[in-house]
T-cell receptor, first 114, second 113 residues
């Protein structure tokens, strides 16, 4: 299993540009989430999905869109990039089982908005 | 408002000692509390999960306690090693919706030889 994969690893955007961060998992997990992590800080939830076709907002959703057309993929779209969106973005998935409720994180995408 | 606080941003200890990291929360009623390890430039990696009805959980040199009265979790690493140096995050979850977690800012542990 590849686990959770994210592309690209690094990205530089200009203010106002749009882009999509890709996330895929091969563990057949129902739950997937997107977090951002700013320097010296913890993870803040952007959006999450409890299954294909179902998404909901997290703590900091403004400026981001998500969709979940398949179990495997959960892309994050930046509509019009702003310098405040410079951060490291992590995608995570979990089974949602009450016994094994750990989240599996991807390696992250480091985004800089100029 | 809901808040999670992890003790000092940085913790330095000598190899062989026990490291104790603290996670305090307010205005939150988690059903689960998790601890993750994060190395520089990498994604967090799950270590331990403890449920609200459990007082203590162990895994090898790791021990986690959960006191819902004090609204606090303690994370212990016994016989610490330089390889344990990393940032440790605590995350709280409600009983439903496994994908929705709230995390603290993390504590960076440095174990000196």
């Amino acid at each position: 299993n590849a686990g959770v994969t994210q592309t690209p690893k690094f990205q530089v955007l200009k203010t106002g540009q749009s882009m999509t961060l890709q996330c895929a998992q091969d563990m057949n997990h129902e739950y997937m989430s997107w977090y951002r992590q700013d320097p010296g800080m913890g993870l803040r939830l952007i959006h999450y999905s409890v299954g294909a076709g179902i998404t909901d907002q997290g703590e900091v959703p403004n400026g981001y869109n998500v969709s979940r057309s398949t179990t495997e993929d959960f892309p994050l779209r930046l509509l019009s990039a702003a310098p405040s969106q410079t951060s490291v973005y992590f995608c995570a998935s979990t089974t949602g089982s009450t016994s094994y409720n750990e989240q599996f994180f991807g390696p992250g995408t480091r985004l800089t908005v100029l | 408002s809901q808040k999670i606080e992890q003790n000092s941003e940085a913790l330095n200890i000598q190899e062989g000692k026990t490291a104790t990291l603290t996670c305090n929360y307010t205005n939150y009623s988690p059903a689960y509390l998790q601890w993750y390890r994060q190395d520089p430039g990498r994604g967090p990696v799950f270590l331990l999960l403890i449920r609200e009805n459990e007082k203590e959980k162990r895994k090898e040199r790791l021990k986690v306690t959960f006191d819902t009265t004090l609204k606090q979790s303690l994370f212990h690493i016994t016989a610490s090693q330089p390889a344990d140096s990393a940032t440790y995050l605590c995350g709280l979850k409600p009983d439903t919706n496994a994908g929705k977690s709230t995390f603290g800012d993390g504590t960076t542990l440095t174990v000196k030889p």
